[in-house]
């Protein structure tokens, strides 16, 4: 038996999803939205082979919010790239993975190393509405003159204060204060800035 998850609400999946609730990825809508992402960071990628420069208008399409000096080497993976801002004169390093189901949100004059994920999407613990292909997401916001190290995993809903920094490879599961340094997994503040 099939439980209807959704009965009485008349929003898209989509509009669930925008709005914080649980849904399930089946929207064309979504599917739509995907492809555009896949689409044009594939075309950054490309174009930044060549010409970095050139390339800015194709990641700025892409993007949500691109400020002016903010830089991001490819390969970048998002799920809709709407949902990402990035502050002015950020660095990104190769390889981010923004989950951008909810916001995310980085800061100005952040330093963000190669290989690091922010991840927003969450799923139930329950089997059955995991079975049910249920999902939802929480917005991840990273303060302002915040570095974070290689490989750093940042978890849904979590904010990391100014000026803070994250040592390579951890994984924030919870907020993290302004001016700290903060390392592990889980990451935990070792020392005040």
Known sequence: MTTDHFAGDPRTQHERMLAGDLYIADDPEIARAQQRAVRLAAA????????????????????????????IRPPLYVDYGTYLSVGEDTFVNYNL???????????RDCQIGPNVQLLTPTHPVEPQPRRDKLEAALPITIGDNVWLGGGVIVLPGVTIGDDSVIGAGSV??????????????????????
């Not at 010409?51 to 399409?61: G, K, M, N, T, V």
């Not at 951008?100 to 800061?107: H, K, L, M, N, P």
């Not at 390392?183 to 800035?193: D, E, F, I, Q, S």
């Open 44 to 71: 950054y990628q490309a174009a930044y082979a060549t010409d970095a420069e050139a390339a800015r208008p194709l990641l700025a399409e892409l993007l949500g919010h691109l400020a002016p000096g903010a830089h």
């Open 172 to 193: 924030v599961t919870k907020d993290v204060p302004a001016g700290v340094v903060a390392v592990g997994n889980p990451a935990r503040v070792v020392r005040t800035l």
């Open 97 to 107: 993975t923004a989950l951008d189901v909810a916001s995310i949100t980085i800061g």
